[in-house]
Nanobody
């Protein structure tokens, strides 16, 4: 079992930044590929970014490329999502997820293939 706890969400004006954190506990952190997803009101949950076990390889949704950065600190068992130049359309609940089998070069966007999920953190961007 892996427990994931997100933090760092909040209310921010358009153009602002937030750093989201996801702390993991349980099994060996480096066994897991990690992803950030988000779900806006009335919309389906979608992938935002993913990172390989080593932290070397990353993937991003087109909507956040150049604005968001995913990175992990394996010594602290934590994955981060730095969000810059936020837009009102970034408003959503952000979730982190862990997969023991997925590779970031594969179907990193496939939510059903993630084994563990956090409870989410709300990000609200005002215009």
């Amino acid at each position: 079992q892996v427990q994931l706890v997100e933090s760092g969400g909040g209310l921010v004006q358009a153009g602002g930044s937030l750093r989201l954190s996801c702390a993991a506990s349980g099994r060996t952190f480096t066994n897991y590929m990690l992803g950030w997803f988000r779900q806006a009101p009335g919309k389906e949950r979608e992938v935002v970014a993913a990172i390989s076990r080593s932290g070397v390889i990353t993937r991003y949704a087109d909507s956040v490329k150049g604005r968001f950065t995913i990175y992990r600190d394996n010594a602290k068992n934590t994955v981060y999502l730095q969000t810059n130049s936020l837009k009102p359309e970034d408003t959503a609940v952000y979730f982190c997820a862990a997969s023991e089998t997925l590779r970031v070069s594969g179907s990193y966007y496939a939510q059903s293939l993630y084994d563990y999920w956090g409870q989410g953190t709300q990000v609200t961007v005002s215009s």
